[in-house]
C-alpha cells in the first residue's frame, strides 16, 4: 500500500522548518542520519518526565519502570529483526561500537597471526578500521572483495578469496555510497559452506527494508537507531546465542558481571556481559519507540516508497549533462544517489544547494578506499527515506541546474 506521505511528514517535526526565511529545508541526507518522529520523541521525553531511574539495580517503583521499558525496547528491536531471543541484542552506541564489539571480543579471542577476514572495497570506515587495528595488533590477514565498475560486488572473486579459508567475512548490507543492495543471503551461505562467520554491516539495510536475521542465518548483524527515526548515542548488535555466550566482556564495570571479588570477577550472562556501566535509558525507549513507529507503517511499504523515489531520481538526475551517478541501477539499489558534476567540486555542489535548503552531504561519505577505486576524491550524495517526496527530488535538480550555470 502507498504510503500517506502527508500524514508521515506530519510526524516530523524538523521537516516543516525553513532553512532560509521563505526557504523550507529539503532533507536529503537521511542516510548520513534521519530525522525524529513525535512518537519517538514524546517517548523519550515521557521516560524522563515519568520514569527516570537508573535500570537493573533498584527494587523501588521508578527502577522498575525504567528496567520494564528498557527491556520492552530490547522485545522490539529483538523482532524487528526476527532474532530467536531478545538477549541476542546487545546495545551499544552506533554501528561502529557493535562491529568494534565483535573485532575486540570475538577477534581478539579467535584470530591469530595469519588469519584471515575478507571485507568488501566498498566498506564504511567502521567495518575496516577495526579490522586494520586487529591486522596491526595480530597480524591477520585482509582481503576484499572488489567493486564491479557497475558497483556491484563480484561474487567470482569472492568464490575464489573463500578458497583461501577466511574466519570471517565482514561486509556491508547497502553500500552508504553506490546504494548497492549485496546478496547477503548468498554472500553469508558462500561464507558457512567455506567454514567461515559473518558479519553484516546493516546501517543502510535494517532502517530500510525488512532484515530477518534468522531468514539470512547471519552469525552478527550491526546497526543504529539513529538512522532508523531513532535517537543517536544508541544501536545494537545481534548475535547467535553460542557465539555470543563464548565472547569475552568487551568492557568491564557495574552490570556486566555477576560477582566481583577484590581479585577477580565473574561476567554475567548475555546481553548484560557487554552492557557496562549505565547504559543509554532514554535512547533505548527512543529506539522501542522508532521500532513500533517503523512496524506500523510497514517495512516493505517503506520500502516500495524509497524504490519509487530512488528511480525517478536517477532518471532525473542522468538526464542533467555532465553529470556522473555511481552504484548500479534502480533495482539493485537503495535510496542513494551519489554523484559527481563536470569541473564542479562536490563541496562546492552542497554549499550552493544549501542555499536553497537542500541538504545533501559532500565528501568521501567514510568510505574513502572506495573512493579511491572509482579514483574521485569525493561524491555529493542524496539519499531518501520515508519521508521523501519526488516534488524534494525536483528542487534537487532544479539546483544542480543553477549549480551549473553559477559555475559556466
Ligand atoms: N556502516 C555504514 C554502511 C554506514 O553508512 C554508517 C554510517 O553512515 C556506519 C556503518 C556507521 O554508523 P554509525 O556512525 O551510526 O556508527
Known amino acids: 500500500m502507498a504510503l500517506d506521505i502527508r500524514k508521515i511528514r506530519d510526524d516530523f517535526p524538523t521537516l516543516t522548518r525553513e532553512i532560509h526565511p521563505g526557504i523550507p529545508l529539503v532533507y536529503l541526507d537521511s542516510t548520513a542520519t534521519s530525522h525524529k518522529p513525535e512518537a519517538v520523541l514524546a517517548a523519550m521525553d515521557g521516560y524522563y518526565r515519568r520514569s527516570n531511574a537508573n535500570i537493573h539495580r533498584g527494587v523501588h517503583t521508578l527502577a522498575e519502570e525504567a528496567t520494564a521499558l528498557y527491556e520492552q525496547a530490547r522485545e522490539s528491536i529483538a523482532g524487528f529483526i526476527n532474532a530467536p531471543a531478545a538477549r541476542q541484542v546487545i546495545y551499544t552506541r552506533n554501528t561502529t561500537e557493535s562491529i568494534n564489539l565483535v573485532a575486540y571480543s570475538w577477534g581478539r579471542t579467535n584470530l591469530q597471526s595469519g588469519d584471515l577476514v575478507i571485507a568488501t572495497e566498498m566498506e564504511h570506515h567502521s567495518n575496516l578500521v577495526p579490522w586494520h587495528m586487529l591486522a596491526a ?43 548497492t543492495i549485496n546478496p547477503a543471503k548468498e554472500i553469508i551461505r558462500l561464507a558457512h559452506e567455506a567454514g567461515a562467520l559473518t558479519l553484516l554491516d546493516g546501517a543502510q539495510s535494517v532502517p530500510h527494508f525488512a532484515v530477518d536475521v534468522q531468514d539470512l542465518d547471519v552469525d ?18 545481534y548475535g547467535k546465542k553460542s557465539l555470543l555466550d563464548g565472547m569475552p566482556p568487551f568492557m568491564g564495570g557495574g552490570d556486566m558481571i555477576k560477582t566481583v571479588h577484590l581479585r577477580s570477577f565473574t561476567a554475567n550472562t548475555i546481553p548484560y556481559k557487554f552492557e557496562a556501566g549505565t547504559p543509554a535509558i532514554a535512547e533505548a525507549v527512543g529506539f522501542g519507540a522508532a521500532i513500533e513507529y517503523l512496524t506500523a507503517i510497514g517495512m516493505d511499504a517503506i520500502a516500495a516508497h524509497e524504490h519509487a523515489i530512488t528511480e525517478y531520481a536517477l532518471e532525473r538526475l542522468e538526464e542533467i549533462p555532465g553529470l556522473r551517478v555511481f552504484g548500479p541501477s534502480a533495482d539493485k539499489k537503495g535510496g542513494v544517489a551519489a554523484f559527481v558534476l563536470d569541473g564542479i567540486h562536490p563541496h562546492d555542489v552542497a554549499q550552493i544547494l544549501d542555499r536553497d535548503g537542500i541538504a545533501v552531504r559532500a565528501g568521501h561519505h567514510c568510505a574513502q578506499p572506495l573512493h579511491e577505486k572509482f579514483k574521485i576524491p569525493a561524491t555529493s550524495r542524496a539519499s531518501f527515506y520515508l519521508y521523501s517526496t519526488t516534488a524534494e527530488v525536483d528542487k534537487l535538480v532544479e539546483g544542480i541546474y543553477k549549480v551549473k550555470k553559477y559555475f559556466s
Open 137 to 179: 595488533e595480530r597480524g591477520i590477514r585482509l582481503e576484499f572483495i572488489p567493486v564491479t565498475e557497475d558497483g556491484l560486488l563480484d561474487l567470482n572473486e569472492y568464490r575464489k578469496l573463500l578458497t583461501l579459508g577466511p574466519k570471517l567475512v565482514a561486509f556491508t548490507h547497502m553500500s552508504n555510497v553506490l546504494g
Open 220 to 237: 552478527f548483524l550491526a546497526f543504529s537507531a539513529h538512522k532508523m527515526v531513532g535517537p543517536t548515542g544508541i544501536g545494537a548488535l
